[in-house]
């Protein structure tokens, strides 16, 4: 076996490997041995079937998947041993001559090769980033307790609408003078809640009426474009409302006014359990020290970008072999066509920088990621998950079961290792560059993420 490389101009390689007869004859004769003994022919008891018979029918073939393999072992192997980075994979270069497999060769492959491009990524005491602490004001806290209050909440009934109140009524489809049509469309308890009506004039009908009250209105004026919403008020087919004009008649049997719990006892022991909050200023207290980390987790993010961007920056223009790497991604998307990888080029190319910027930083830094510190990302991931829904006291164990679901998925493993990776990298830097801190509310940070 013969394998040359060529790169002339670094990134564009071409590597050339002839696989002679002696390279795979062994094997190939060992495997069709083996398919002797389990051969079934007619005529032939197992394993008595002539050779040549199994060279006719296996032999092209077998001689081809291990040629392959050899293909692909030996092209890995001088890679790695010449320290070659590979960008996606070998393509058949356009220098391929034409090949007959059903000879003995000598077989003569043509690979091109995308090669990485050489450059230097470094971080040092020297390299200065911003990094913007959000402040656990008095209002973050207050958003906070209006949050808990309005999740613990509860309807009560009322008697006059306002805001957002739901109301409950039956509805009667009406003719052209006004009088309930007969055979028409009569619906009970339809829930109508005024505030999602996007009409002014089919919304202010409702303007403090009260059980009782009779109101006049055109469901398919007041949710135009919207036959879905119009059938489900009055619970029939979607078919039924496609061409419906008729007025409505709508008569209040009940008013909702949804009230947010009062802030005492009763709420604090909701949220955080009974007993850990005595007063309001032990729960706003719980409350600041809950926001705390999320608040850390959004400005560690923000200096991830700003480290991303920083290194890029110092980092420079970067050459790609771009014909090569278009053919790559090709080659990838073949259902999605060359417009689709023109469209998304650019992008993948940055996204490639920063991932060979990001490898010389974790190297250099000998950042390690175990599987301890995936599994607290997943069970994170899992905590977030909950406080986005009030819970903010869920229980060790259940945060361990849930994770553990989402990490028998593949795509699930890979997101929570690169989140792993970009924490242990951002604490690493943090301890390697001079941070330029800055203390900002939570508004001016969320301008500071727009202008990203």
Same mark, same amino acid.
């Given at each position: ?102 000879? +003995? ?21 020297? +390299? ?13 806290? +207050? ?310």
């Amino acid at each position: 076996m013969n394998i040359s490389f060529e790169n002339a101009d670094k990134i564009n390689g071409l590597m050339t490997i002839t696989i002679e007869q002696a390279d795979y004859e062994e094997k190939v004769d060992k495997t069709l041995k083996e398919y002797r003994k389990k051969a079934n022919f007619p005529g032939f008891r197992p394993g008595m079937v002539p050779m040549g018979m199994i060279k006719k029918q296996f032999g092209t073939q077998v001689k081809v998947d291990e040629i392959n393999r050899l293909l692909g072992e030996k092209l890995t192997d001088y890679l790695h041993q010449n320290n070659i980075q590979m960008l996606g994979e070998p393509l058949p270069s356009e220098k391929q001559g034409p090949l007959d497999l059903s000879g +003995d060769g000598p077989f003569t492959f043509v690979f091109d090769i995308a090669v990485a491009p050489e450059f230097k990524a470094e971080l040092t005491a020297k +390299d200065k980033i911003d990094y913007y602490k959000i402040k656990v004001d008095d209002k973050l806290v +207050d958003d906070q307790v209006q949050m808990y209050a309005q999740q613990n909440g509860e309807f009560q009934k009322a008697e006059t609408f306002s805001g957002n109140d739901t109301l409950t009524g039956d509805l009667r489809q009406l003719d052209e003078q006004g009088n309930t049509l007969e055979g028409g469309i009569t619906t009970e308890g339809g829930m109508v809640m005024p505030a999602y009506i996007k009409v002014d004039d089919q919304r202010k009908l409702f303007d403090g009426c009260k059980p009782g009250d009779i109101i006049t209105f055109n469901p398919k004026k007041a949710y135009p474009d919207n036959d879905a919403e119009v059938a489900a008020l009055l619970k029939v087919d979607k078919e039924q409302v496609k061409d419906l004009t008729s007025d409505f008649s709508y008569q209040v049997t009940e008013i909702r006014h949804y009230q947010p719990a009062e802030v005492g006892q009763q709420l604090f022991d909701r949220v955080f359990g009974e007993g850990a909050c005595k007063d309001e200023k032990e729960f706003r207290q719980k409350i600041a020290e809950a926001i705390e980390p999320q608040l850390t987790s959004n400005s560690d993010y923000k200096f991830l970008m700003d480290v991303r961007q920083y290194l890029e920056n110092k980092v420079g223009d970067v050459q790609f072999p771009e014909a090569l790497l278009k053919r790559v991604m090709l080659n990838n998307n073949k259902d999605k066509g060359a417009d689709f990888v023109e469209k998304n080029f650019e992008g993948s190319i940055r996204e490639l920088k920063w991932h060979l910027i990001k490898e010389q930083i974790v190297a250099a830094n000998n950042v390690k990621v175990e599987d301890a510190d995936v599994k607290a990302v997943a069970k994170d991931a899992i905590r977030q998950q909950f406080a986005q829904y009030g819970m903010s006291n869920v229980p060790d164990d259940v945060l361990e079961n849930y994770a553990a679901e989402q990490m028998k998925k593949r795509e699930n493993i890979d997101n929570f290792v690169d989140r792993a990776v970009d924490i242990k990298l951002m604490e690493v830097v943090k301890n390697v560059v001079k941070l330029n801190e800055k203390s900002v509310t939570l508004a001016e940070f969320n301008k500071l993420m727009q202008e990203k």
